[in-house]
């Protein structure tokens, strides 16, 4: 039976991500996947705000053309042009990214099982036994820490016993090839109870792609039905020429914040799968980032003391703390049930203290708080528990 330090499960940014750092730090990782390919079955947009580009390194031919102008509508499609004199976005070549890092993981020394299943996760003698399942072949691994990157609905969150997420939106999405000339890269935003209950419906055109998308309380709206009406109104209404689509991507997003146990002695959770999306604009790709690489400062520790103390440190209470605002803001979001309260609110939206605030949505520098393992060591030091 192969024997791992960890075993990574879910090969997206998050996982890849997690499973690249401890490869490079001379650790044993297993990533698993049930994909055959990473670029097959996308989930996210992939747009990478400011903070995130400044902070992390991407593959040179990942990132689409910078994005400065925002432009929001209310459901009359009264429009609110915002402009950055920043790069704010830029969105992900996904598949390209995925492959590239994967590349970068089996370099490192990273042990990769693509189309592969995870079938349980049994504890013993220290140790976790997975039983995972390639093709018709099942087999075996051992692992002192599980890593559950597996998204929303997390099956490594079921096996550990650790919190799971409740609370979601599903997108869906359309990616066309950009042949519009539609005047520089650009985000769309409408804000329609009708169309995108509780989120909104977007437009990104960066002169090589365009995403067309929706997003909403599954209970409240048909995805399809409402992104069939919403690519008609960006192609009739705001001018955007939609021709070849490229592919069609859909998922789950948790917007419940930070789940609050996200570890214990056998492992611990990262990206969707902890509930590291923003609860107000549903942004995950910055969190999965920050998160991760504060899971790997944790692992590696855990791991050169041969003890899961300090896994005590890898909880989401203290990251629930950070976002109270936006969960508040959230619930407002959901609230807004008819569209003459949307366009209200959109109105509001136009005034000059409302602009400053969309601005500071779109705009401000925030991003999902960096705990460097020094600080998370002192909190342990400061509840008596040790290393060793």
Known sequence: MAEFDCAVVGAGLAGLNLALALG????????????????????????????TLEDFSFPADSLGPAI???????????????ESPHAEFRVGRMGR??????????????????????????????????????GKQSWEATARFVVGADGAVSRVAEHLGLSRNTEWIVGLEDVYRDTSNGGPPR????IDPELAPGYIAWAVHDGEEIHVGVGGYA??????????????????????AIEERVE???????VGGVLPQIANTRGLLVGDAAGAVSPLTAGG????????????????????AGSSAPLAAYSGKMFRRKFRSRLWLRTGLRRISSRWLAEAACWALRTSLGQGLAARVFFHPASFPDVPWSRAARSLDRVGVTNG
């Open 24 to 51: 490079r730090q001379g650790r044993r990782v297993l990533l698993i996947d049930r994909k055959e390919t990473l670029q097959a079955g996308i989930h996210t947009t992939g747009i990478f705000v400011r903070r």
């Open 68 to 82: 400065r102008h925002v432009s929001l509508y209310s459901p009359g499609l009264r429009r609110l042009d915002l």
């Open 97 to 134: 990214l995925y492959t590239a890092w994967l590349e970068e993981c089996r370099a490192a020394g990273v042990e990769i099982a693509l189309e592969t299943h995870l079938e349980s996760i049994c504890e013993a003698g220290g140790a976790n036994t997975l039983r995972l399942r390639t």
């Open 187 to 190: 985000m769309h935003c409408l």
């Open 219 to 240: 209970e409240r709206f048909a995805p399809p039905a409402a992104l069939a009406r919403w690519t008609e109104v960006v192609r009739t209404k705001l001018g955007i």
């Open 248 to 254: 069609r991507r859909g998922g789950r997003i948790p």
């Open 285 to 304: 790709l910055d969190p999965c980032l920050r998160l991760s690489g504060f899971a790997t400062e944790v692992l590696d520790e855990a791991l050169r």
